[in-house]
């Protein structure tokens, strides 16, 4: 049974920082491409990033380019989403997901597996 368990979120001030975790297991993990998105109340998802089966390349929306970054640990099937210079706007739930192959894609039919996401709060 696959699962994916987002943690790490909470609630932070404008300009803080916070880093997500999501822990994978049920499938090869070190195998598929994964990604986070995040979903504002009354808002469409949104692609924040995603990162290849290797942890060797990276693609970011454009919103948090150079602010974000996404990182995993094979070894203990785990992903990371590091969040700097938050910004209030981006409050919403964050989702980590499963790729369908070795790279991901910024449309969410590119993932197959979901977690529940993460409460992220940013406060001005």
């Known amino acids: 049974q696959v699962q994916l368990v987002e943690s790490g979120g909470g609630s932070v001030q404008a300009g803080g920082s916070l880093r997500l975790s999501c822990s994978a297991s049920g499938f090869t993990f070190g195998s598929y491409a994964m990604g986070w998105f995040r979903q504002a109340p009354g808002k469409e998802r949104e692609f924040v990033g995603t990162?290849?089966?290797?942890?060797?390349?990276?693609q970011y929306g454009f919103s948090v380019k150079d602010r974000f970054t996404i990182s995993r640990e094979n070894a203990i099937n785990t992903l990371y989403l590091q969040m700097d210079r938050l910004k209030p706007e981006e409050t919403a739930v964050y989702y980590c997901?499963?790729?369908?192959?070795?790279?991901?894609?910024?449309?969410?039919?590119?993932?197959?597996?979901w977690g529940q996401g993460t409460q992220v709060t940013v406060s001005s």
């Open positions: 997901a499963a790729g369908l192959a070795g790279e991901g894609g910024i449309v969410g039919g590119e993932y197959k597996h």
């Open positions: 990162i290849d089966w290797s942890g060797t390349a990276t």
